[in-house]
């Protein structure tokens, strides 16, 4: 069965610092990762995807994702935090296999950036 | 001007009743979902279809019904037997079986009066 973990609850840094936002998964073959981000009372709104190839993928607003095989991680960075980044984020799993339609999310992290 | 709608924005249901969400998308999608968002729990997965005509049941189907009679179209039905329906519900749809992303609606609050 698919899952994904999100460690942290949340997560603080001050402007300007980077940020990393963690998020482990398992799955039984490759795995489609992505990460959504969340504004209150809103929809998700998608981030970036790693689908093959490059391990470090580059998405929107300035974030991007490593993808790391051996460890099962896929942890949201962004070198310069804004505190207009924050937000709630969602990382998500999708199987390549017969299920490859289900998407199954973690249980999100609540980015916060201080002035 | 594409996307999912997702209607209402909040909706107020009496113990006992059934109530039914509304969520259409006009991108030509095969697949759509239906997720249930409780503070703290991140979003859990309530049904999916793939395809019209046919849905399979997420991780927390219980008290819940759909139906997928056309592409566009995926409702969701919340029954009397949903014992804390009380949450924000998020319907999405993506391109199908491969490693698209999925589009989201921008959500319905449904609180039991």
């Known amino acids: 069965a698919q899952s994904v973990a999100q460690p942290e609850d949340q997560v603080n840094v001050a402007e300007g610092n980077p940020l990393t936002v963690k998020c482990t998964y398992s799955?039984?073959?490759?795995?489609?990762l992505f990460w959504y981000v969340q504004y209150p009372n809103r929809g998700l709104q998608f981030l970036l995807k790693?689908?093959?190839?490059?391990?470090l993928v580059k998405g929107s607003y300035g974030f991007e994702a490593e993808f790391n095989k051996s460890q099962t991680s896929f942890h949201l960075k962004k070198p310069s935090a804004l505190v207009s980044d924050s937000a709630l984020y969602f990382c998500?799993?999708?199987?390549?296999?017969?299920?490859?339609?289900?998407?199954?999310f973690g249980s999100g992290t609540r980015l916060s950036i201080r002035p | 001007d594409g996307g999912i709608t997702q209607s209402p924005k909040y909706l107020f249901r009496k113990e006992g009743q059934n109530v039914t969400l509304s969520c259409e998308q006009n991108?030509?999608?095969?697949?759509m979902y239906w997720y249930r968002q409780d503070p703290g729990q991140g979003l859990r997965l309530i049904y999916y279809?793939?395809?019209?005509?046919?849905?399979q049941k997420g991780d927390i189907a219980e008290g819940y019904s759909v139906s997928r009679e056309k592409k566009e179209s995926f409702p969701l039905t919340v029954t009397s037997a949903q014992k804390n329906p009380t949450a924000f519900y998020l319907c999405?749809?993506?391109?199908?079986?491969?490693?698209?992303?999925?589009?989201f609606g921008q959500g319905t609050r449904l609180t039991v009066v």
């Open positions: 999405a749809s993506s391109i199908g079986a491969s490693g698209t992303e999925a589009f």
């Open positions: 799955v039984s073959g490759n795995p489609y």
């Open positions: 790693y689908i093959t190839g490059d391990n």
């Open positions: 998500a799993v999708r199987d390549r296999g017969s299920s490859a339609s289900k998407i199954i």
């Open positions: 991108l030509n999608h095969d697949a």
């Open positions: 279809s793939q395809i019209v005509n046919d849905f």
